[in-house]
Structures are given as structure tokens and as C-alpha cells.
């Protein structure tokens, strides 16, 4: 069935640098793909998402670039601050269907 | 704007009580809706589904109902709770108009359930 590999599962950088997490699909009709922030006690919340017809996309310090070929996409957070300490899932989806598949989440953490 | 509502935030529940969770969403009309549980530091399970009033789908056999009375209010039910019920409810909707590109699940703040 379809399934969506999310790493890592937990990463840790310091106050300023970049985080990188990294998500494969499996179906190859997948042409949605967001990204969702999820803080202790809340539910998700969508923070940037991607179309399959273009490569990447911006959004301040948010970035999102997928790799239709390789079926991975990937989410981009530089100058890294505490607040953005959060769990992040990714997830995909395609046309026509209810069925969005979640990664398994990675546990960001942002040292001071 | 469009808004979504969960409520109880936190709920405790004995052991073979009856659960009723309810959710609306406000601003937006048919509305897809969707209830899923997330357990303890895991993922995101679809329990149910609805594209209209009285239109329920299934994702997993399990203790759980749902309904839509409403076409903005869906509710998560169960006659009698087990310990494995536990966990972190939460609803989301979507717009239900279709296009190309499906459009991003819009998530409530969740509903935390103990089952003790």
C-alpha cells in the first residue's frame, strides 16, 4: 500500500543553523505534499505544502523542495529558533482521494 | 475565515463509559471531515471520513462510531470505552470541492482521552 518514510525521527541543532527532514513516497500518483508543525498539546498545524508541478517553494524561512523522479520531498528550516522546536510531519496525496499519508513525524529541537 | 472547533480539550473516562467527542467548523460549507487518533509520541491513524451529511466511512474495525448530524458538525462516538481507546483525538476538515491538487487537512486542537 502506500507509504511514506519520514527521517529522521529526532534532530537536534543549535540556535541559527539549518534543519533539514527528509520524506519518500511510494505512490507515484502523489501530487500534494504538505507539511505540517505539530507543538506539545496541539493539533497539526500546515505550515508550507508543495503541488507536483513545480520544484520548490519558499515561505520565509520555510522551504520545501520535492524531487518527482526520486519521489522524495524534503523541508528546509534555516536560522533555526527555539520556538521552532516542534514535532513535523510530512504527508502525501493525490488527486481524487480523502487519503492523506503521514510520515511517522521527526522531534525537532533547537538549542540555545 | 474558517475556524474548527474540538471540545473536551482533556476528558477521563472509566472503563466501559460511553464517549462522545464533537467537532464544527465554522466558515466553510460541506466541508470533507475526518477524525483521527495519534497515539502517545506516534503518528496519525484516519479513524473516519465524511464528504456529506449521514456519508460516514470506516478506516479501521474498532470501538469507535461516527456520525455527521450536521453539515459542519462530526462527532466520535463509543458505547464502551476500552483502556486501548486512550490516546489523542483530533478532527480536521478540508474543503470539498475537487480540482486538481487536493487541499491541505485543516486540524483542531485535539481531544485528549484517558481511559482508566
Known amino acids: 500500500g502506500e507509504n511514506v518514510e519520514q527521517h529522521p525521527s529526532t534532530l537536534s541543532v543549535q540556535e541559527g543553523d539549518s534543519a533539514v527532514i527528509k520524506c519518500t513516497y511510494s505512490?507515484?500518483?502523489?501530487?500534494?505534499f504538505p507539511w505540517y508543525k505539530q507543538e506539545l498539546g496541539k493539533g497539526p498545524q500546515l505550515i508550507i505544502d508543495?503541488?507536483?508541478?513545480?520544484g520548490e517553494k519558499k515561505d520565509q524561512r520555510i522551504a520545501v523542495t520535492l524531487n518527482k523522479t526520486a519521489k522524495h520531498f524534503s523541508l528546509h528550516i534555516t536560522e533555526t529558533q527555539p520556538e521552532d522546536s516542534a514535532v513535523y510531519f510530512c504527508a502525501a496525496s493525490r488527486r481524487g482521494t480523502y487519503k492523506y499519508i503521514f510520515g511517522t513525524g521527526t522531534r525537532l529541537k533547537v538549542l540555545a | 475565515s474558517q475556524t474548527i472547533h474540538q471540545w473536551p480539550a482533556t476528558l477521563v473516562q472509566p472503563v466501559g463509559s460511553p464517549l462522545s467527542l464533537e467537532c464544527t467548523v465554522e466558515?466553510?460549507?460541506?466541508?470533507?471531515l475526518y477524525w483521527y487518533r495519534q497515539a502517545a509520541g506516534r503518528g496519525l491513524q484516519l479513524l473516519f471520513y465524511s464528504v456529506g451529511i449521514g456519508q460516514i466511512s470506516s478506516e479501521v474495525p474498532q470501538n469507535l462510531s461516527a456520525s455527521r448530524p450536521q453539515d459542519r458538525q462530526f462527532i466520535l462516538s463509543s458505547k464502551k470505552l476500552l483502556l486501548s481507546d486512550s490516546g489523542f483525538y483530533l478532527c480536521?476538515?478540508?474543503?470539498?470541492?475537487?480540482?486538481?491538487?487536493?487541499?491541505?487537512?485543516?486540524f483542531g486542537n485535539g481531544t485528549r482521552l484517558t481511559v482508566t
Open positions: 508543495i503541488r507536483s508541478n513545480v
Open positions: 466558515g466553510t460549507s460541506n466541508p470533507n
Open positions: 480536521a476538515w478540508r474543503t470539498g470541492t475537487v480540482t486538481s491538487y487536493n487541499s491541505p487537512l485543516h
Open positions: 505512490d507515484s500518483a502523489s501530487n500534494y
